[in-house]
């Protein structure tokens, strides 16, 4: 314990240094550049006092700020205690928040940022659960993930994340949820739970522009989109807006099921969409018993789909009742049992992932700034 004689005098501006270099957890930028730290003083007892203005009062990340900004505050010479206030950005701060970060990041399709549409030709083949899974895994690698859940019907990223809350909204602009390092974005975040989505056409349209031009992704190595499955609507509607996108086709190694896969790989090829590669799901299923491997859905599906869309044949995962225990339980599998054969399979699809570009050169990018 520090007596007050035995401690450090503290340097204010070291302690305004450290406090303000504080990230906002979702915007991923200090709160000094973003306006939100409010002021930084100290006592004679050493006590560091700090006030932050959240971005709104219900902020989900309340908890998490307040610890960061702890530890920082803390971690300075001659702190004793720490005592961190909230207050709300004005009406005023968030208009230019908003209008800060529209500025400085327009979309999320900076040059750099490899986009892949992940597809099926049918539901139920597991392309949400590889999506996720995938995503997660290319975080753990490092990179700067964003998965927007486009499957507007059918969203499922909520459930395999674990997230049941609404995204913050900053003057029209929204914030993706972080789960397991991935950006996250589902209609599934703005309808009730269990809430059906009845939207027309044009509505979803809008939306998903929305999800383009009004979330603020920051900047992303990687945005995978779980599409619908099938050839519909949402599915013309998005690769419109995102002309950029590679397509990541899933399947199951039945033959029906590569039938309609291949549909996908048709529209992909009339759009003059690229394609990234096929991922066979439920290849096989192991025996728990004995090991042994058996093609319970039969074979060659994947395989006779990458050869029809001449293509790689990227990875094969295997029906693992971890997989399925793991998207009921709200935890991606490859971060809750990163040992299983479907979490190790979906770790090595994300080292597999061929880095396809499409020239944007004459493509005109649909995408517009809201002002
Ligand atoms: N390899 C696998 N092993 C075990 N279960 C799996 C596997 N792949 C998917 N599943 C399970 O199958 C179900 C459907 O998966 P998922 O929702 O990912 O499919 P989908 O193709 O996205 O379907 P939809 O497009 O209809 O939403 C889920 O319950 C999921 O847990």
């Not at 504080?22 to 709160?31: G, L, N």
């Not at 950029?244 to 039945?254: C, E, F, I, M």
């Not at 033959?255 to 969409?273: F, K, L």
Request: glycine share 10%; with cysteine; charged share 20%.
């Amino acid at each position: 314990m520090l007596t007050r004689r035995a401690r450090a005098a503290i340097d204010e501006s070291t302690l305004r240094a450290a406090v303000a270099a504080v990230e906002d957890p979702e915007i991923r930028r200090s709160i000094a550049e973003l306006g939100m730290l409010r002021s930084v003083s100290t006592d004679r007892k050493g006590t560091a006092h700090i006030e932050v203005a959240l971005t709104t009062p219900a902020c989900p990340l309340r908890d998490r700020l307040r610890a960061d900004v702890t530890a920082s505050a803390a971690a300075v010479d001659g702190v004793t205690g720490v005592e961190v206030t909230f207050t709300t950005l004005s009406e005023h701060d968030r208009l230019a928040l908003a209008q800060r970060l529209r500025r400085a990041q327009p979309g999320p399709l900076d040059s750099g940022t490899l986009v892949y549409a992940v597809a099926s030709g049918k539901g139920g083949v597991g392309k949400s659960s590889v999506a996720a899974n995938l995503a997660v895994a290319l975080a753990r690698q490092g990179k700067r993930v964003g998965l927007l859940d486009a499957d507007v019907w059918g969203y499922s990223v909520p459930q395999l994340f674990g997230v049941r809350r609404s995204p913050v909204a900053v003057k029209g602009l929204m914030l993706p949820i972080e789960a397991y390092g991935v950006r996250l974005m589902s209609v599934g975040f703005l309808v009730g739970d269990g809430e059906p989505v009845v939207w027309r056409g044009p509505m979803l349209h809008k939306a998903l522009e929305q999800f383009l031009s009004d979330v603020h992704w920051g900047e992303l190595d990687v945005l995978l989109l779980d599409l619908p499955p099938g050839t519909g609507d949402v599915t013309l509607s998005l690769l419109e807006l995102v002309p950029r996108a590679a397509l990541l086709a899933v399947t199951t190694p039945q033959p029906t099921a590569q039938t309609v896969a291949s549909r996908v790989g048709r529209m992909a090829r009339d759009m003059g969409m690229p394609v990234a590669g096929i991922v066979e799901n439920m290849s096989t299923v192991v025996c728990g018993d004995c090991g042994t491997p058996s093609a319970l859905f039969g074979t060659g599906g994947g395989r006779r789909l990458a050869d029809e869309l001449g293509t790689e044949l990227l990875s094969g995962i295997p029906l693992d009742p971890a997989l399925r225990q793991a998207c009921d339980d709200g935890v991606p599998v490859v971060a809750g049992a990163p040992q299983t054969p479907s979490a190790l399979a979906l770790s090595a699809l994300a080292t597999r992932l061929p880095a396809v570009r499409r020239s944007l050169a004459g493509v005109a990018l649909p995408l517009s700034v809201v002002g």
